[in-house]
């Protein structure tokens, strides 16, 4: 599942970059002055009860032309100092590892050289547990449930399950959902193999928030513990 790990970050990445191209027009920042283009990414894994946080910046008078930006006086997460790393071809990095029980609530706070002292809030929904209402069926498809809230239009689901033949695969469904379930067709369980089964879900959010001179691209993902199924025809 590490492997799957992996590519959820370069896709995260990959996020990143085609943000910075759909932000919308600032509209009232003032065109005279560089802005500051933010990025933060917060993981929580529940099996290993641990909070991973990065965050990076760039400065410019246009989004195309910014330059990767060292923040003055560092940068803190949920009241510890990230640490600072400088990454060959992207720039200044920050980063941040706890141990510790699932927060809803993440902050990040740094200053900007133009309006000085930042406060971003993070707010990350939870699925504390899960479990399925049906048979997971090859042919029939399923239903999930989870504890906590439903999907929000900027949230999705991303499916992790690896079959009796070690056969990994992954499927992303988005949302927004009414209630804390969701209908599995029978085109996302095809091709696995008959068996017992390990799944977990990732929860993703995305949100992009547009100041005057400043913009702040935020994507937070919630890995749940790993459980055993069995997949039937």
């Known amino acids: 599942m590490n492997k799957i790990k992996h ?9 990143l970059i085609s943000c910075q191209g759909k932000t919308p027009k600032e509209e009232k920042s003032d065109k005279s002055k560089p ?7 917060v993981r929580f894994l529940q099996k290993e009860n641990q909070t991973e946080a990065t965050a990076t910046f760039q400065n410019g008078m246009t989004q195309q032309s910014a330059k990767s930006l060292k923040i003055e006086k560092g940068v803190f997460f949920h009241n510890g100092n990230m640490v600072e790393r400088t990454i060959p071809g992207i720039g200044t990095r920050y980063q941040a590892f706890y ?6 609530t993440y902050r990040f706070q740094f ?29 029939k498809g399923t239903i ?11 949230e999705s689901l991303v499916f992790l399950i690896q079959d009796a033949k070690n056969k990994s695969i992954s499927f992303v469904l988005k949302g927004k959902t009414n209630t804390s379930k969701m209908n599995i067709g029978n085109k996302h369980l095809s091709q696995l193999e008959t068996g017992s089964a390990t799944i977990y879900l990732v929860r993703k959010q995305t949100a992009a928030e547009q100041k005057p001179n400043l913009i702040i691209l935020t994507e937070m993902e919630f890995y749940t513990f790993e459980k055993n199924i069995t997949i039937v025809r």
Not at 111 to 121: A, E, R, S
């Open 144 to 154: 999930l449930s989870w504890e906590g809230p439903p999907l929000n239009k900027n």
């Open 99 to 104: 141990s510790g029980s699932f927060s809803e």
């Open 35 to 41: 802005s500051t283009f933010s990025s933060f990414y």
């Open 7 to 15: 590519i959820l970050l370069f896709g995260f990445l990959a996020f």
């Open 111 to 139: 200053q900007d050289p133009l309006k000085g002292k930042i406060d971003h809030i993070v707010q990350m929904n939870p699925i504390l547990d899960f479990s399925f209402e049906s048979e997971i069926s090859k042919s």
